[in-house]
């Protein structure tokens, strides 16, 4: 019998809450579940929660029966938030979090480049949020308790997953004994030591880097902005790279390379942990500050993803699917986007609105998606930590030449993690007017946010299905329009139509979103007379066009619901 720990996880600040376990005798027979999520991380409860947006129903398993030991993931970029916000707990994030958009890199005492994030009136979110990722598992896992369409299991641990033609049946291990869950379809979000992708046989592709990271989070009183902290070849740790972040709470994150030949047994030793922190403090000024260690792990850098996430009836997601570089902040972040990109392919193929090709599309864009980070964070790890002499000679010459040539200094930038856009994908409409445009989100973009008026933004007022912006000044939408939006409805799709610019209410709209400054028009370039968007439920854009009749909008929605 699987007997998860009862005693709550050490922390210097988080109070960890033991829940509970459910167990099977206390519910009445098991029924077949449309969805099964293994595992209760980022990616496992934003699913969840993407379904229920959708009307699905889910149950989700999580064999401990507390949040996450340690910080782990702490940096939350601006679209993370933004999806973060369609299911409810971006709020909460941002009332608890550190915000910031500056990033600076250090060679030998000297500040060689100073990265500055974007940020305009238009975005209601700062370029990145810190937040220690047990505040946000419990703000996802209070979401998930407050949904009827979620039941959360603590304590139940999936041993065996058998597929079938038309289901899945999982096999759950709880502290009172075992019991078969059958699913129509399983997501697989048990983390990167996933025990269904072992099961299955499954090998990822990739590389994995040599060499090992510590991650510290120490407590202590820096008069130090939130902005992130790069230390290259430093004095006490030759040829290798020290990070630092400001997190809530008075606490500092220390991540710092190892020599070559370092074991992570060797370097977690108190010992190593206090002599390497003390000396990073006291090059950087604040020797003899007194710290109290919280939580220490190792990690290597590893750019891996399965060349398919979907299985029979078993869908792959987060670290289940993939594993990526930290640098960048590219972990839980990747797994948002996995996550609101499976809920809505899920649901929809469930209800059957889309035949088998959605989630090959998932599929197919998110595997990109992976590839594109892969082929961007190996640049930074290879910067950060050279695999090779080669590699080596070149990032010393980069950090050389840094202490008098400018020209160099932007190859100290750290790619951050960016929304992908699913720009050849297989749903974007071929037959609309993108490539008439010459600004705007094209192909596969998500969308941009616009500041409507003090403290309203045009992402408050899309999203949990399909979008049709529709930019006009008119009385009403044509009512060709209309006909075809009510017969995609009467099958079951849901559209939401948002009359853009006009300064009354738009007859036929869903709702009207006045334009008076032309701010929403200049971001999505329609420059004059009308203009449309149709974004899909994940809000990426699938088709745009100049001018816009049913046929048109018909020809789309069949391109982003294969087999509907």
């Not at 749903?427 to 998500?446: E, I, K, R, V």
Request: with cysteine; charged share 20%; net charge neutral.
């Amino acid at each position: 019998m699987h007997q998860p720990t009862r005693i709550p996880r050490p922390s210097i600040y988080y109070p960890y809450e033991v829940f509970q376990p459910w167990l099977p005798s206390q519910h009445p027979a098991q029924v077949r579940q449309p969805v099964v999520v293994v595992g209760a991380g980022p990616s496992g409860m934003v699913t969840a929660l993407e379904l229920a947006r959708h009307g699905v129903a889910s149950v989700v398993l999580n064999a401990e029966l507390q949040f996450s030991q340690g910080s782990r993931a702490i940096c939350f970029p601006r679209r993370s938030m933004e999806i973060l916000q369609q299911v409810g707990v971006a709020d909460r994030m941002s009332a608890n979090g550190l915000p910031w958009r500056f990033g600076n890199s250090y060679y030998r005492g000297q500040r060689v480049f100073r990265m500055e994030a974007p940020h305009d009136p238009d975005d209601r979110f700062y370029p990145i949020l810190n937040i220690q990722q047990q505040y946000m598992e419990q703000y996802l896992y209070e979401a998930c308790a407050a949904s009827p369409l979620i039941d959360f299991r603590w304590g139940n641990k999936v041993t065996q997953v058998v597929p079938h033609d038309d289901c899945v049946t999982a096999m759950v291990d709880t502290p009172e004994g075992e019991y078969a869950l059958e699913a129509q379809w399983l997501v697989a979000a048990d983390g990167g030591r996933s025990g269904i992708r072992s099961q299955f046989g499954l090998q990822m592709e990739g590389a994995s880097y040599e060499g090992f990271f510590v991650i510290a989070d120490i407590r202590i009183d820096l008069p130090l902005p939130t902005e992130r902290l790069a230390y290259f070849d430093p004095p006490w740790n030759p040829s290798n790279t020290i990070l630092m972040h400001r997190e809530p709470h008075g606490i500092w994150r220390v991540d710092y390379q190892l020599p070559e030949g370092e074991t992570p047994e060797e370097a977690l030793r108190p010992e190593s942990l206090k002599a390497r922190i003390d000396a990073q403090l006291e090059m950087i000024g604040f020797g003899g500050t007194p710290w109290e260690m919280d939580w220490s792990s190792v990690y290597s850098a590893r750019t891996l993803t399965l060349p398919d996430y979907v299985c029979g009836r078993v869908v792959f997601t987060g670290d289940a699917a993939h594993l990526l570089p930290i640098f960048g902040v590219r972990g839980a972040n990747t797994a948002f986007q996995d996550a609101q990109s499976l809920g809505w392919c899920l649901a929809y193929t469930l209800k059957g609105l889309a035949g088998p090709g959605l989630m090959a599309s998932h599929s197919a864009e998110r595997v990109g998606a992976a590839r594109e980070i892969i082929e961007e964070a190996g640049k930074s790890t290879r910067f950060m930590t050279p695999p090779t002499r080669g590699f080596r000679l070149l990032r010393d010459a980069v950090l050389s030449l840094s202490l008098t040539q400018a020209f160099v200094r932007p190859l100290y930038h750290w790619r951050t993690s960016r929304p992908h856009e699913y720009t050849h994908s297989r749903l974007n409409c071929p037959g609309d007017d993108n490539a008439l445009f010459t600004t705007g989100p094209a192909h596969g973009a998500p969308p941009r946010n616009v500041c409507l008026g003090p403290g309203d933004y045009l992402l408050n007022h899309i999203g949990g299905g399909f979008d049709l912006l529709y930019f006009t000044e008119g009385p009403a939408v044509p009512e060709h329009l209309l006909a075809a939006v009510q017969a995609w409805r009467q099958r079951g799709v849901s559209i939401r139509i948002t009359a853009i610019g006009a300064s009354r209410p738009v007859q036929g709209a869903d709702q009207t979103l006045p334009d008076t400054a032309g701010q929403v028009r200049r971001r999505y370039g329609v420059f004059a007379g009308g203009g449309a968007y149709l974004l899909r439920p994940d809000q990426h854009v699938c088709a745009r066009w100049l001018t816009l009749d049913a046929a048109r909008l018909d020809a789309a929605l069949q391109r982003a619901l294969p087999g509907a």
